[in-house]
């Protein structure tokens, strides 16, 4: 593992198949734009959030060491984070909702390495550093607030996923990155945002993964706690959006009171709420996640759970009432009366109990897949994990006995008992035959010449939920996103201009003697557009009291606001900052 990681015990606790996300931090890929970027987003936020935002906010900024005036290095956040029982992992971008969950489920939190453009510095559709940095570290700092974000982790990344959440998932990882990229053409970010519409408006009923994700949304990154009347902020998408945050608090956006009804509220990443959930306080979101997870296959099982499974098209898990749980993508169920009779599987499948493999069970042993009845053997009230060893003697059901078990719904198994295992209660969980036929009516399901036949034991699908059993069981090291985030072009005016900025943060920081005056000019003369290290040269002038370079630059920026009508208002917003704020939190 990267050595940047290696301050954090937690992250060696990651299996690898969360490891194969995480990618290195390169500091040194950020310029002088970026950390000019940063800077501005963090002193806006600062001054702005210290008066909306839950009073967590400021508190955790300290405490996990994110600083105001530089991008945070992942080496020292983990240094700090481990005090309160967290630690960070970069990313690049968007990662699948299931992974992302299990991240947070192991206390780890998910940055998106890269930070948004100059040209998006309000908002970007596109997970960054400034996003996941600032706007969820600093929350976790309240131990309540963490332990939902963990717990939501744990539930959500069990939730069943339909076959079209996984093209949702990559429509919207590859639309955020068109939008945020530089000089994406318009018609590749219109094919893109088609492609999104056509998806939201065919994804038929929600799924667990889908619904679960709402909820994720509108407490996560867009909640608000406090009162309708006077909310505060701490969702991280509002947090990290100087434009956002401030909209949010108008009444052009719906203030609506939290609960369990935020699970339809679909969103649309691309643009401004127009609603936001307020819970008052964190306790209800973890009552409410209960109340969600109550109703989630992972803690119903059924014939519905098994559906949801088939659906997902995707490898998942069913537990029997005995706690062996059988692992792969589930293909057939067969139903009687309302209840799972049979299930099926294809391909790879391993067997396991309370999540670990079961020796002679594994993926290589059951690789073209598996069948089992569920429920009791027809005309007996007895299942057979609750028989007592005198009842299976009675029943013929033990080794070298040849027997046929008719279950209700029709599915009988018939061969020559070989073995079987318990569970730690003693109850049976698996039966293995040989010379076995087992048939559904005059369906055949398994035949003699196949081999050995492997039955699980139980009365019931108590549980059914997306993954593994037992991670080890399965090769999942093969996520390959489609579409990569796209870096900005180098091209020779950007590298001027950032040496430009280059100069300014050297100024500031007393490595280099003043030379604003003539980085001024070359700026005017070479960068017209640029504003962001204009205001900079101004907080400088002004810090220096240097007033004629302080005044020239301001009209320059006065300006500038009617030339480019549509960062008037982050001038605005960064002169007020040196002239309204000069006593700026640091």
């Not at 590298?495 to 100024?507: F, G, N, T, W």
């Amino acid at each position: 593992m990267n050595a940047s990681f290696e301050t954090n015990p937690l992250l060696e606790r990651l299996p690898k198949h969360l490891q194969q996300f995480i990618k290195p931090q390169d500091y040194d890929e950020y310029t002088p734009i970026n950390q000019a970027v940063w800077r501005y987003v963090m002193r806006k936020n600062v001054d702005y959030l210290g008066k909306v935002a839950h009073s967590s906010y400021l508190d955790g900024l300290r405490q996990t060491g994110i600083s105001i005036e530089s991008i945070p290095n992942m080496y020292g956040m983990n240094r700090i984070l481990k005090e309160i029982g967290w630690a960070a992992v970069a990313v690049d971008g968007f990662i699948p909702p299931n992974a992302f969950m299990e991240f947070q489920a192991y206390n780890v939190l998910v940055i998106a390495s890269d930070i948004r453009q100059l040209e998006h510095i309000e908002y970007t559709p596109a997970p960054d550093i400034i996003h996941e940095g600032a706007g969820h570290a600093p929350i976790i700092a309240n131990p309540e607030y963490a332990e939902y974000l963990r717990r939501f982790g744990e539930i959500g990344s069990k939730a069943i996923s339909s076959a079209r959440d996984y093209e949702m998932y990559e429509a919207i990882r590859l639309l955020s990155i068109l939008k945020e990229a530089e000089g994406t053409p318009q018609d590749e970010i219109e094919a893109a945002e088609k492609r999104v519409d056509e998806l939201q408006n065919d994804m038929g009923e929600l799924s667990e993964m889908a619904q679960i994700r709402n909820l994720h949304w509108w407490t996560v990154e867009y909640g608000l706690i406090g009162t309708v009347e006077n909310p505060k902020i701490y969702g991280a998408g509002l947090l990290s959006s100087i434009g956002e945050s401030a909209w949010c608090m108008t009444d052009n956006v719906k203030k609506i009171p939290y609960d369990i009804s935020a699970a339809n509220q679909s969103f649309d990443i691309t643009k401004p709420q127009p609603q936001l959930y307020v819970t008052p306080d964190f306790a209800l979101l973890s009552l409410v996640l209960e109340e969600f997870a109550n109703k989630m296959a992972l803690r119903t099982g059924g014939l519905s759970g098994i559906r949801k499974l088939i659906h997902s098209k995707a490898l998942g898990t069913v537990e029997l009432s005995t706690g062996i749980q059988i692992s792969g993508v589930f293909t057939n169920v067969i139903e009687h009366e309302g209840k799972p009779v049979y299930i099926q599987t294809t391909g790879q499948t391993a067997l396991s109990y309370r999540e670990k493999e079961l020796v002679g069970h594994s993926t290589a042993y059951h690789a073209e897949g598996f069948g089992s009845p569920i429920g009791k053997l027809k005309g007996i009230n007895l299942a057979i994990e609750d028989m007592s060893p005198r009842d299976l003697r009675a029943y013929a059901i033990f080794e070298g006995e040849t027997v046929t078990l008719e279950f209700e719904g029709d599915i009988t198994v018939s061969g020559e008992i070989i073995t079987g295992s318990r569970n730690l209660q003693g109850k049976i969980i698996t039966i293995s035959f040989k010379n076995c036929t087992v048939t559904h009516k005059d369906t055949v399901l398994f035949q003699p010449e196949w081999g050995i036949y492997d039955m699980a034991v139980g009365k019931e699908a108590i549980s059914a939920f997306s993954g593994p059993a037992d991670v080890r069981s399965f090769d999942l090291i093969t996520h390959v996103p489609t579409s990569k985030t796209i870096k900005a072009q180098k091209t020779p005016e950007r590298i001027k201009l950032e040496e430009l900025y280059h100069s300014v943060r050297a100024i500031r920081d007393n490595n280099a003697p003043d030379t604003l005056q003539s980085v001024f000019e070359t700026l005017k003369a070479d960068h017209p557009k640029d504003w962001l290290l204009a205001v900079e040269i101004a907080e400088l002038a002004h810090k220096n009291n240097n007033h004629a370079l302080e005044t020239a630059v301001v009209s320059y920026l006065e300006q500038l606001k009617t030339v480019r009508p549509e960062v008037a208002h982050l001038i605005s917003g960064g002169l007020e900052l040196i002239f309204e704020s000069e006593s700026v939190n640091k």
